[in-house]
């Protein structure tokens, strides 16, 4: 499994971005989907997660009700919405795959539960 994320880049305070993460190898629609951040000097934190069927999705405090993470089974591709970004959300955001997820779970909340991980987009949030 291979996970490319894309859409990051330099943006000012209040504003929107929507990064994505698309998968190859493997069945997507299998796949729990998350979404973590590391600040530089500051430990990768979970910012969002989704099951595989959509149905569950789950936020970290600090990002709840400001950015929704959703999928496209089709396109093999789970999105991170960012709205009212920020300057502490600046950070590297990286894509997981949990490949493990069984049908019935939430979403996958814990970086120990991912197998895989995408390359990380900067998203740069000036104030």
């Known amino acids: 499994v291979q996970l490319q994320a894309s859409g990051g880049g330099l943006v000012q305070a209040g504003d929107s971005l929507r990064v994505s993460c698309t998968a190859s190898?493997?069945?997507?629609?299998?796949?729990?989907m998350g979404w973590f951040r590391q600040a530089p000097g500051k430990e990768r934190d979970f910012v969002a997660g989704i099951n595989r069927s959509g149905g569950d999705t789950r936020y970290a405090d600090s990002v709840r009700g400001r950015f929704t993470i959703s999928r496209d089974n089709n396109r093999k591709t789970t999105y991170l919405q960012m709205n009212s970004l920020k300057p502490d959300d600046t950070a590297v955001y990286y894509c997981?795959?949990?490949?493990?997820?069984?049908?019935?779970?939430?979403?996958?909340?814990?970086?120990?539960?991912?197998?895989?991980w995408g390359q990380g987009t900067q998203v740069t949030v000036s104030s």
């Open positions: 997981a795959a949990d490949v493990t997820a069984i049908l019935s779970s939430g979403a996958t909340v814990t970086a120990r539960g991912y197998e895989y």
């Open positions: 190898g493997g069945s997507f629609s299998r796949f729990n």
